[in-house]
């Protein structure tokens, strides 16, 4: 059966310390990956969606970047960290076909202090 | 852009009542739309979907149902219980994209 694992569950950073959160997925091939951040009482924003290995689409300019260096690992990284970067991360997957269903992660909470 | 409109925000039911959350979109080429149940500090789960070409799911206590001319969809749980409370999503992906655009979430109270 299919996995994700995300990690890692918590994380406290300073403001202007380097952020990387790892996402990756098991028992399926080419899946498609997401990005979302959802801020305390409020929805699901995409930040990034890729297709396929090195594939990378961005849906919101921001201070984060994200890479997807194997099949099934996708990560999320920024350089400096923001207060406003303070959110719940959530990596999910689907699979190739568009209108099936998205696995989510458990998520990361991100404090930036 | 694409944008969904998920009311209300928060919604309090006694058990046994039933319980209808509203979501509206607007591309009107989204063609797949699914319910998702968030817990507290855990990932999203998907609890019921719908394609355009229905006008009606229903799966035990959840139903949703889609009027495509109005851009609604809804969900609806019957005889609730309190396992029932969560904060729940509506998304809708606009055909031939891999991009689901969530609505704001319902923060649903079962009161025993």
């Known amino acids: 059966s299919q996995t994700i694992h995300q990690w890692p569950a918590t994380l406290v950073q300073p403001v202007g310390s380097p952020l990387s959160l790892e996402c990756t997925v098991e028992g399926t091939s080419n899946p498609n990956l997401y990005w979302y951040r959802q801020a305390a009482g409020r929805g699901l924003q995409l930040l990034f969606y890729s297709v396929g290995i090195g594939q990378i689409s961005s849906e919101v300019p921001q201070n984060l970047s994200a890479s997807r260096p194997q099949d099934r690992q996708f990560i999320l990284s920024s350089k400096k960290l923001l207060l406003s970067d303070s959110g719940f991360y959530l990596c999910?997957?689907?699979?190739?076909?568009?209108?099936?269903?998205?696995?989510f992660g458990q998520g990361t909470r991100l404090t930036v202090v | 852009g694409e944008n969904v409109e998920q009311h209300p925000s928060t919604l309090s039911v006694q058990e046994g009542d039933s319980a209808v959350i509203k979501c509206t979109y607007s591309?009107?080429?989204?063609?797949?739309f699914p319910w998702y149940k968030q817990e507290l500090g855990k990932g999203p789960q998907l609890i019921i979907d719908?394609?355009?070409?229905?006008g009606e799911k229903k799966d035990q206590r959840i139903a949703v149902t889609l009027n495509k001319t109005a851009k609604h969809f809804s969900l609806h749980i019957t005889e609730t219980q309190p396992e029932d409370s969560a904060v729940y999503f509506c998304a809708a992906s606009p055909s031939g994209t891999y991009k689901y655009i969530f609505g704001t979430g319902t923060r649903l109270k079962v009161l025993a």
């Open positions: 591309d009107s080429a989204s063609n797949y």
């Open positions: 719908i394609r355009s070409n229905v």
């Open positions: 999910a997957w689907t699979g190739t076909a568009s209108g099936t269903e998205a696995f």
